[in-house]
């Protein structure tokens, strides 16, 4: 699922973007995974949140128009509102295509399938399809929840912003059979259940998301969360876990004692241990050290 080596070269991360779909349930909120092709060269077999690389033209000028609003998004997120605006753009567009949900007016499931057919289909950007078929994206219904870098160590890495938004009625999803190759709606604890049954592989990212919606009790919860998360950046730092004769790798984040910023940015464990190529989320053994910055 991750390919990490220490001793690779560094590689500068690329902008990237994903969006939380949640929806209310008698079991509280629900959230939209997608598992990703097992051929993937990165996160193959992962259960993910749909989102993906941040292209040129989520930034251009032309499809700025066929938006409104912007996320309230804080410090460390975003350099400047149009690279914002391109953030947003990038995620909603990822839905479109690895989701077939947008949070439109009116759009329903047999419409959303139609518009993302003719945009991988190349019958034209992004712009041009929203600007044909009438629609105008509310960015302001996207929530900054979170930014994640991928560590050092591995060969493809991603500067990738979380958005959480309401999926609208009548949009149930569904994957698109290339990128994706499964998807389904569950709570957050359900798929943390399956995880720990070893059923779904899941990515720290993507584990500290579900974590932290676990146990909320509504989409609106999810959003209160949302306006007090640190939205600076979390980049897992690699480092060697000792037990016994056995050096198990592991991911430490900040707050943890062998990672270089003290200072915690995501509630939860401090470390992701890799146990039979399963990231498990734990405390700090007793005989970490700080590590200097």
Partial sequence: MLDL????????????ATLLLLRDSPDGPEIFCVERNKASR????????????????????ALALRTR????????????????RALAVAALRESLEEAAILPVAGGIH????ALRAELTG??????????RAGLTLDLAELHPFARWVTPEAEARRFDARFFVCRAPDGQPGAHDEGETTASFWATPRAVLERFANDEVRLAPPTHR??????????????????????LRPICPALVGQQEGAETLFALTLPGDPEHPLAEPRVPGRSRYVNRAGKFVPEDAPATAQRRAP
């Avoid at 080596?5 to 902008?15: C, I, M, N, Q, T």
């Fill in 5 to 16: 080596d220490p001793s690779r070269a560094l590689a500068v991360p690329r902008d990237a």
């Fill in 42 to 61: 990165f996160m193959g077999g992962a259960l993910v949140f749909p989102g993906g690389k941040v292209d040129a033209a989520d930034g251009d000028e």
């Fill in 69 to 84: 609003g912007l996320p309230l998004a804080r410090q460390g997120f975003a350099d400047t509102d149009a690279h914002l």
């Fill in 110 to 113: 047999a419409d959303l399938l």
């Fill in 122 to 131: 190349g019958f034209g950007g992004f712009g041009a399809l929203l600007e």
């Fill in 209 to 230: 998301c579900l974590e932290l919606f676990a146990e909320l009790p509504s989409v609106d919860a999810a959003f209160a969360l949302a306006t007090r998360a640190d």
